[in-house]
């Protein structure tokens, strides 16, 4: 055989050895691609992603695109070297340091758990961005979501209670609840006004000390009581980075005339009642999978403008979303070719 002819042999089996070694380690990264998208004004699996019932809507056209990220990876579903190597030459993902998405004192399930509890909080801030962004009025009331079966408020408050009030002072946040209990001493007691079916309650509950402050047990949340019923059904997707298309979507179901004028419209972007709009992760991915979407424009916040710009692909204009008000405003002004569109660029 030919000093030729062996080194090529043996490449060969170096290379075979490493691809097999490869395989067989894996190694604690997640790989980060584009994911699905989904029109928010059409279907899921024959059901609408935005039912509105018991108030009238209107035709749409067009598309308002919630835009996703897939991983691959995870504690319980580690990757392997070339999965990870592979990634690291593919400019559309990003490879990360698994405890980049997974907290080392977290399990998977518990991550993915959350990021489902963030899903359904962020389709209610969603809800309420949208009637406040077309002055609907609607009522926010403090739920109870748990109740500590070591502390004083175990066997009187139960979960699904709505606080009222404390001390007799009307409340509609949590803050509110827990600066009033935080008022006491330890020992001290208080009194909450309580909504526990059609049955209105005043229940008295004495504080104790945890970790140097007085508290009585509750964990809360604010909820929505809305005019009329919005559903919103979007599968397997989690997080909170689709409020801003839900809002849009919702808007645009309410009222007269299609907001995009059958544009193909992207975007992403945590929402609050008050229609600000927050940054997100993933913008790369979210980007690349909404150009192959067929999007033509992405909404982006504004806190996200700088990373967008390094990595909008060809074909795809970036328009900066500050609030559901000036996204809502920048569209308009895309379809009517009339006003200001912002730009990510200034």
């Known amino acids: 055989m030919s000093r030729r002819a062996l080194t090529l042999l ?51 056209s067009g598309s308002l695109r919630l835009v996703t990220v897939a991983y691959q990876g995870g504690p319980t579903s580690q990757i392997d070297l070339l999965t990870a190597l592979r990634g690291w030459i593919d400019p559309t993902v990003a490879v990360v340091p698994q405890e980049t998405i997974f907290a080392p004192d977290r399990s998977q399930k518990e991550v993915e758990e959350e990021n489902t509890v963030e899903m359904t909080n962020s389709q209610d801030d969603a809800t309420a961005a949208a009637l406040n962004e077309l002055k609907i009025p609607y009522r926010t009331v403090i ?37 009033a209990v935080r008022a006491r001493r330890a020992g001290e007691e208080v009194t909450f006004g309580i909504t526990r079916g059609d049955e209105d309650l005043k229940i008295t509950v004495p504080t104790v000390a945890a970790d ?33 298309m839900f809002s849009l979507g919702i808007v645009d179901k309410l009222t007269e005339g299609p907001m995009t004028g059958g544009k193909q419209i992207a975007g992403t972007g ?77």
């Open 10 to 60: 043996v490449s060969g089996f170096l290379v075979l050895a490493l691809g097999i070694g490869g395989a067989l380690v894996d190694v604690p990264y997640v790989v980060l691609s584009p994911g699905p998208t989904e029109n928010t004004l059409g279907q899921i699996d024959k059901q609408p992603v935005i039912k509105i019932t018991g108030r009238e809507t209107y035709p749409t």
């Open 212 to 244: 140097g402050e007085p508290v009585v047990g509750v964990s809360m949340r604010a909820t929505y009581k809305f005019p009329f019923e919005v559903d919103i059904n979007v599968g397997e997707v989690g997080g909170p980075s689709a409020g801003l």
């Open 270 to 346: 945590t929402i609050k009642p008050d229609g600000t709009v927050g940054p997100i992760g993933g913008i790369p991915q979210k980007l690349v999978g909404a150009r192959d979407a067929g999007a033509t424009i992405f909404l982006t916040p504004a806190g996200n403008c700088a990373e967008a710009m390094k990595a909008v692909p060809d074909g795809l204009r970036l328009v900066k979303a500050e609030t559901l008000n000036s996204a809502r405003l920048a569209i308009e002004a895309l379809v009517s070719g009339k006003g200001k569109v912002p730009s990510c660029s200034g």
């Open 143 to 179: 739920s109870v979501v748990s109740v500590a079966k070591d502390k004083p408020a175990a066997g009187k408050i139960e979960k699904g209670d709505e606080i009222t009030s404390v001390d007799g002072k009307p409340v509609t946040k949590t803050e509110e609840v827990g600066e």
